[in-house]
């Protein structure tokens, strides 16, 4: 007779817990608590492991044709960091597995590359784009491309911007990146990709 054994995880949870107790004068107190709680049956990441979810290509452009037209190479994701859910560096991007907007997070590090935000630690005497500019400029470019091809994402690119800028703070001029975000089109689409 086979046996087969399953591996249970279990977590150890500490739970504190502040009661109100009536002693014999009648005047309330409060006391605390704090024991552990175990609980069976949980599991860890690489028990989640499945079948890779399929991409939904959009018909009107195309991630492989841009990435080799722009000269980026997309790489593993490794940040461990569960917030982060895509980095630049370099001429290489790098896209979470567990992005829920993976098109949005694509165009937005693209966007890095394409403005020169990747190589901005060589530069000397203070010529830095500041860091909440580069997020909005990348942005502004994932807005754009995921507007023109009709992608999920254009209101959170909104509020990303938002988050980084402020709400109704005027973005200079010079950061508005419709060149980068028409590039990126072009590159990526069938038409243009059969023209080269």
Known sequence: MLRVLQRHHTLCRPVTVKRAVAPDDGLEEHTVATWSVF????FT???TD???IPVVPTPTWDKGTALAALAVSEGDFHALNGNVMGY???????VSPLNPMPWKTTFHELAHVLLGH???GDQNDGEHTPRNLRECEAEAVALLCCAALDLPGVEQARGYIQGWWGAGNAIPERSAQLKAADQILKVGSPVQAEAL
């Open 50 to 52: 499945g079948q890779p």
């Open 118 to 120: 990747t190589s901005e």
């Open 39 to 42: 609980k069976p049956f949980w």
């Open 88 to 94: 630049a560096r370099g001429r290489s991007i790098a």
């Open 45 to 47: 990441l690489a028990q």
